[in-house]
């Protein structure tokens, strides 16, 4: 049976045990940090969150990630009822209770709270939204590149669910991450409605041909923000970047592959499908970025 690993691998870290976690203003060791069986999000999947990554004391692009959590929520009519200030507070506020410097990642969530019965409309969540920060020291620990295994599984239309909103309605990617790893895979490659790669079934997706960066055109993937990171590293440093089709024949041919994400940053990509990519490690355009982004976050 093949040891799958995860863009998401992380050492273990002794003081996860004791991290406090924030619930809806109020710090909670692990065990007592709970949310009711009623909540929306627990019921129904109803509420959008967002991945934050600390590097040296600051929050790489929080102001970035506040801002799509914002949207998001909007998008779905939900309100947080905190501005953004009041939300940062609270990120800030976690980070000093776990004595947190550098190389921790916080997941902030906000669901549509406490239903008052068991069913699916939205009206029946009458006592505002849940909001929960968990803070985790996190040092990212890859034993080596991932491979990836293409599913049926697709990024869907906007008028599905919109793959742009950071939902808690993930089943779509966890169903293509089991059909990749009972292929044998680590994650799953997912194709957009037309056939064309698009991206994984956790992150964004990246080919390198003839020193040119190639991602997908944008309209059916998560709006990742270290996906633009890095296309704006690429622009600026003189790396053609193209957002656009294409195609599996095009990424088995690749002379490397990366996925990019807010754990992981930049994590190379060893084979699809069973083909080979370049050389089965992190070939030199993938770790000229990794340097950048480095540089980029002050890490």
Known sequence: MTDHVSAHQAEEDARNDRILIWVDGVLRPKAQAVVSVYDSGFMLGDGVWEGIRLYNGRWAFIEEHIDRLFEAAKAIDLDIGRSREDVVSAVLETQMANGMVTDAHCRLMVTRGVKTRPFQHPRLSQQ?????IIMEHSRP????????ATV???RGLPMTQDPKLNSH??????LACIAAQKAGADEALMLDVHGFVNTTNACNFFIVRKGEVWTSTGDYCMNGITRAKVLDLCRANGIVARERNFSLVDAYGADEAFLTGTF????PVGAIDGRVIGTGQMGPVTERLRGLYRQMVGA
Do not use: E
């Not at 505002?128 to 929960?132: A, D, R, S």
């Not at 992981?264 to 994590?267: E, P, V």
């Open 128 to 132: 505002g939204p849940t909001m929960v």
């Open 141 to 148: 620990k890859l034993p080596r590149p991932i491979t990836l």
């Open 152 to 154: 049926p599984h697709l």
């Open 169 to 174: 309605s993930k089943l779509n990617c966890i």
């Open 264 to 267: 992981g940053a930049q994590t």
